[in-house]
């Protein structure tokens, strides 16, 4: 509301102007399903993108544009009434270019790779059984490496499995039972060589355990305890790999679903968490998570 001087007003909206930008997003995308048989099942989707980032200013040099390409194949294969699998790939490639050379320096090609088959049990009112493994890769590589020859590109890899079981119990009693493991690798990396010099790796390992009473259709107490561990490893230079950090943490669980109203549904889950790092014991957490489901 105060009065400004024409130099301060000129170079604010000299600044203003500077980052004013324009935004475009085309895309294409579809979705194709096969039933072959009566066990089998194909479906593919896949997109093509294109993002244009354009600045009106002419000292703005960081337009860019950015082209991708997403694709999904899944197979399902049931074998009988109790057995089926599944898997599924999934390709993605993001183009990133700068369109001034002032910026070109950081143009990259972004590529994942993902491949995830299951395996699934069900025997009616009794046992259900699912085993899940995932393989994740991620390559980033530079189009223009640094002048001082520093390879710029980078990988990153994860191997996840995931086995879940659910027995049910006379009374409406159960157990539940999960076990989960991640291996994950990060390391420089050069596409057209697909070398990679490894930097750091780190392992996931989880475990949890609960008895349960009731069903899902009528609500469910349970009471448990889950342990996780964490693990990361460097490189060392002379060959190998050195630890660096442990953390574990342990604890009980609790968990509560029950109707509240005809239309609402009252979802809670608790663990109190101990935590241990390398060894020495570190904090106490409590984690609550509540939640309400209303069905119209």
Do not use: C
Not at 10 to 34: C, K
Not at 38 to 44: C, E, I, L, V, W
Not at 120 to 148: C, G, H, M
């Amino acid at each position: 509301t105060d009065d400004v001087p024409d130099v301060e007003l000129r170079r604010r909206r000299a600044t203003s102007a500077r980052n004013d930008y324009a935004t475009e997003t085309r895309s294409i995308d579809g979705y194709v399903q096969w039933r072959a048989g009566r066990s089998d099942t194909f479906a593919f989707s896949g997109a093509l993108g294109l993002y244009r980032y354009d600045t009106p200013d002419t000292a703005n040099n960081f337009d860019k544009d950015e082209q991708t390409f997403a694709s999904e194949l899944q197979w399902g294969h049931r074998f009988s009434r109790r057995t089926s699998i599944s898997v599924e790939t999934q390709i993605f490639l993001a183009h990133l270019v700068y369109l001034f050379g002032e910026s070109s320096g950081d143009n990259n090609w972004n590529r994942v790779f993902r491949l995830a088959p299951s395996v699934n049990y069900t025997l009616p009112d009794r046992i259900t059984n699912r085993l899940t493994t995932e393989i994740v890769a991620n390559y980033t590589d530079y189009d223009f490496e640094s002048r001082d020859g520093e390879v710029r590109g980078r990988s990153f890899r994860e191997l996840r499995i995931r086995d879940s079981l659910v027995v049910l119990l006379p009374k409406r009693l159960g157990i539940g039972i999960e076990a989960e493991m991640r291996i994950a690798e990060r390391g420089s990396f050069v596409w057209e060589l697909f070398a990679e010099s490894l930097l750091d790796r780190s392992r996931t390992e989880q475990a949890a355990v609960e008895i349960f009473r009731g069903r899902d259709s009528s609500g469910i107490v349970a009471f448990g305890g889950k342990l996780a561990r964490f693990r990361s490893f460097q490189v060392d230079p002379r060959g190998g790999l050195l630890p660096t950090t442990e953390r574990v943490s342990v604890g009980p669980t609790a968990r509560l679903t029950a109707d509240v109203g005809r239309s609402t549904r009252l979802e809670a889950s608790g663990w109190y968490e101990f935590q241990f790092v390398d060894g020495n014991a570190d904090e106490q957490v409590p984690w609550l998570f509540v939640a309400l489901v209303l069905s119209l």
